[in-house]
Nanobody, 124 residues
Framework: QLQLVESGGGLVKPGGSLRLSCVAS????????IGWFRQAPGKEREGVAS????????DYADSVKGRLSIFRDDANNVASLQMNGLKPEDTAVYFC?????????????????WGQGTQVTVSS
């Protein structure tokens, strides 16, 4: 059974960068679309980035376009989220997830396997 583990979160100052990783085990990522989602305290979970199974289509939330980039490395069963120009409003728990349809989407209902999340805090 596919399992996902995120890492790379932490405390960073506004304008800083982080790179989150999502390591898969128990299955191969190459069959799935991958999404990154975040949830801030008191807010609903929102999709921020997704990539299709063929690594040629992407979807980003308007709030992160130009600052966050999603990558996948199927040979190593890892997905990443490069986060640049971080803002305090990016503070949240970040989750990776997989969508068996293989289609890039920010709609969480299509994702059926989720990691446990990693905390990102942007503060001076």
């Amino acid at each position: 059974q596919l399992q996902l583990v995120e890492s790379g979160g932490g405390l960073v100052k506004p304008g800083g960068s982080l790179r989150l990783s999502c390591v898969a085990s128990g299955g191969n990522l190459n069959s799935y679309a991958i999404g990154w989602f975040r949830q801030a305290p008191g807010k609903e979970r929102e999709g921020v980035a997704s990539i299709n199974r063929h690594n040629n289509k992407f979807d980003y939330a308007d709030s992160v376009k130009g600052r966050l980039s999603i990558f996948r490395d199927d040979a190593n069963n890892v997905a990443s989220l490069q986060m640049n120009g971080l803002k305090p409003e990016d503070t949240a728990v970040y989750f990776c997830a997989t969508d068996p349809s293989g289609i890039a989407t920010l709609n969480a209902r299509y994702y059926d396997v989720w990691g446990q999340g990693t905390q990102v805090t942007v503060s001076s």
